[in-house]
């Protein structure tokens, strides 16, 4: 009988947990790498991506509201809405409201017409569409 040592088994969780790391991928994929590095545009183009199931990727909403977060923290306006939509309903994270809000907020700071809408209503507004048009459900 194989008697595994608690390091094999350590090794083989890490090696799972990278493989579902949002950060990680065993495949060249310009677009993650330039998001990993801090490219907003790029981090909110894999958020859509994986919100919407597109160009290959399994749709996975917390992964999206993940790179929507990166992306809204470098600066992307639509991915501050994006994630303020996903707070609001609880896609792929928690539902929150006040957080909705403030996400809403900072969209709406930086120009958004649709974020301005939404964050003028306070608890937020019955249409919910991202700005790709697509519904969140």
């Known amino acids: ?15 799972l947990l990278l493989a579902v790391s949002p950060l990680c991928s065993a495949v060249s994929d310009p677009l993650r790498e330039a998001a990993v590095k801090g490219d907003a545009e ?7 991506e994986y919100y919407t199931g597109s160009a290959g990727r399994t749709r996975n909403p ?28 609880g896609i792929g994270i928690e539902k929150s409201r006040i957080a909705a ?13 649709q974020a301005r809408l939404r964050s003028a209503c306070g608890k937020g507004c019955r249409k919910n569409t991202l700005p790709t048009g697509r519904s969140p459900d």
């Open 101 to 113: 809000y403030h996400a809403y907020r900072k969209a709406a700071d930086g120009g958004l017409l």
């Open 62 to 89: 917390e992964v999206a509201v993940y790179w929507f977060r990166k992306a809204a923290d470098g600066g992307n306006i639509p991915a501050s809405y994006n994630l303020g939509v996903c707070l609001e309903h």
């Open 42 to 48: 790029s981090a909110f183009r894999l958020g859509l």
């Open 1 to 15: 009988e194989e008697v595994k040592s608690p390091l094999s088994a350590g090794l083989l969780t890490g090696m």
